[in-house]
Structure formats: structure tokens, C-alpha cells
């Protein structure tokens, strides 16, 4: 105020540099929540902030972890933006109160519908593929057709899978059951359970493993762990299939995100949030892991697009959430641990 004495003057001058300083720091840091580990995405903060100068700070942990914190945190949280696998757990964090709808244009134009929640609170970034994975020395491609073909009698004692535990595998039956219902649903998972040639297996890799060494013939895991192994090891006699092709398509997953209700600088996240769906993030954000973009305009990593094009199922990822709870209730009928 001009009004002030001069001696006072230096000081109020002090104070209102001080906060101006404060508050442009304050609004130069985005910090998220992410379940994804730190190399799967700090090339893309790293990009966002060459390009904007907004910092990203992060904290990496499992997604029930991040999930609970945040509702612990509650108002107090310095979260802005989750991060996390599965549109399952994406799911249970909006039923939970902790994500903000956006609306946006970029996002809108940038990410498919089926790939992003109807109410607008998270969106996927990256697309994971479920498909089968099959011994080449075994298995011809002409003998596979479907996931449900995989409860045939002719693959008793042929199949492993990643245990039911994971929510990898309770998704794909949750999509299932939004397909054909419990009661098919549920036939599918018997027969997957009879056909076990081991049990249950803690993880994807080693599932392939398995299928690698003649232990079993066939399996279900994400493409990207199929390319990790491939890369490691590219003698193994292993080959990916697309199921379902003649009809639904290969069920997809996403990882993917959202602006946490009570972000304190919403405005930049949401800028980060649609930095993540553009080009030059999508290409990143894939490519990392050997997982597809969410943008359909962007092109896969070279490698990826050697698997071959399939035909992905287009119902809405958010069917992994909403029936989570009926898939797991039904995996424990049929015996799938």
C-alpha cells in the first residue's frame, strides 16, 4: 500500500516477493500416485517437464496400497493424479470417492471410449492384451479358436494359468461374465480348472516357462510379459495367438489415470494427464513396456507390431470393475485359486 511508512516498506516488500515465490513453486509440481514402478514412468515426467517446467514428484507402491492411503489421506492428501493398472482397480478408486471427472477435449479426442470410464474419471493410457500363448513344438495355430475353446476337453492337461488371485485374470472374467452371463461364465472356468495340467502358477512368466519346457501346452498371460521373455530368451518355442477373433476380440485391459478429488493443483495435472495421451507421451508410455497405446492414432513399438494386428473387444473396460466382485465369488465356486 502506498499508504504504508517508508521505514516499513523493505518489509512489506519481503513478504509479498516470499509468497509470490511460494505460490509459483506450489504451482510448478504435480505429484501422483503410481502403481506403475519408477523406470515405467519417469521418461514420460521427465518429457512432460522438459516441456512445461512443471516438476512431477512421485511415489510408486502396489495399487491397493496407493488406494488405501489416498482414502486415508483424505483432504490432507498432496496427491493430484493416481496411476495404476487395471481398470479394475481405476474402477474401485472412483467407487471410492477419490477421483474428480474431467472434462476434457484432448482426452476425449485422444483415448477411445471403451478405454476410458463413462463418468469421466479416469482414463486409460496404455492398452494390455490377454491373449493365449502356445508351444510351437505342440500346438499347430489351427487347433486354437477362443478363451472358452480352452474348457474343451481336448486340452486336459494341456493348460496353465496364473492363479486367480491376480486381478489380471478376475478382469478377463469379469468381461466374460458382462458377455455371457454367470452361468456360461462359470462353465468356461470349470472347464479351464479341468483342464489344469499344474496348478495355479504365481505369475505370467512363469506360466510360459511352463508352457516352454513341455510342462503344459497352452496359457493365458498379457502380451507384454510374452515380450519381455521373448526378449530374454528368443529361442523359446513360444508364440502368441489372438483369440477370439471371429467374434468379440482379444480381451484388452489399460493402465491408466486419474485427477484425485482433492488435488491441490488440479489445473496442472490435468495438463499432465493429457501430456500422457498425446504422441510423444503415448510412444513412451508403450513403447517402455511393450504394451499398446491408448491413442489409436500412435503406432506400437516395432517389436510389438511383429506379433501381427488382432481385433480388440470394444466393450467398455469398466465391466472389470463393476463385476469384480461376481468374478472372483464365481472363480471360487468353480475351484480356480
Known sequence: MLTISFSRYPVTIFFCVTLFSSNISYAEQVVVYSSRIEKLIKPMFDAFTKNTGIQVKFVTDKAGVLIARLKAEGKNTHADMLITTDAGNLWLAAREGLLEPIESETLEANIPAYLRDPQKQWFGLSVRARTIVYNTHKVKPADLSTYEDLANLKWMGRLCLRTSKKVYNQSLVAMMIAEHGETRSEQVVRGWVANLATDPLSNDTKAME???????????????????????????????????????????????????????????????????????????????????????????????????????????VVAAGELQTEAVKLMDRAGYR
Open 210 to 316: 511352463f508352457v516352454a519346457a513341455g510342462k503344459c501346452d497352452v496359457t493365458i498371460v498379457n502380451s507384454y510379459y510374452y515380450g519381455r521373455l521373448i526378449k530374454k530368451n528368443p529361442s523359446l518355442p513360444l508364440a502368441i495367438f489372438w483369440p477370439n477373433q471371429a467374434g468379440s476380440g482379444v480381451h484388452v485391459n489399460i493402465s491408466g489415470a486419474g485427477i484425485t478429488k482433492n488435488a491441490r493443483n488440479k489445473h496442472a495435472a490435468i495438463m499432465l494427464l493429457e501430456f500422457l495421451s498425446s504422441k510423444k507421451a503415448q510412444n513412451l508410455f508403450a513403447d517402455v513396456n511393450m504394451e499398446y497405446p491408448a491413442n489409436p492414432k500412435i503406432k506400437p513399438d516395432s517389436a510389438v507390431i511383429a506379433w501381427g494386428s488382432f481385433k480388440q473387444n470394444q466393450m467398455n
